[in-house]
Nanobody, 121 residues
């Protein structure tokens, strides 16, 4: 069984920084993509950053230059360093991993439980 656990959310003032972590554990044969999504109240979940096994990274336009995604492959962990935070960044942040649990099995997308980030003075 695969489990993704996020940590690092909280309350921060506008202009501040936070670092989110997401560790994948359990039966993991190979991870191909790790990503961060967020969902603000009343809005759909949106993809904000992805990092691929080869190192390629894609950001959603609203976070470019402010957020940095990184990955520790040895620990099956993905990070999101968030800076210059704005009130509109307030949301529940979710991590995901596209991975193959065991050799020969299909690749599936697995999700963390989410962590709340609130940007407010």
């Amino acid at each position: 069984q695969v489990q993704l656990v996020e940590s690092g959310g909280g309350l921060v003032q506008p202009g501040g920084s936070l670092r989110l972590s997401c560790a994948a554990s359990g039966s993991i044969f190979s991870i191909y993509v790790m990503a961060w999504y967020r969902q603000a109240p009343g809005k759909q979940r949106e993809l904000i950053a992805r990092i691929f096994t080869g190192g390629s990274i894609i950001y959603e336009d609203s976070v470019k230059g402010r957020f940095t995604i990184s990955r520790d492959s040895a620990r099956n962990t993905v990070y999101l360093q968030m800076g210059s935070l704005r009130p509109e960044d307030t949301a529940v942040y979710y991590c995901s991993a596209d991975l193959r649990p065991r050799a020969g099995e299909s690749v599936g997308r697995y999700w963390g439980q989410g962590t709340q980030v609130t940007v407010s003075s």
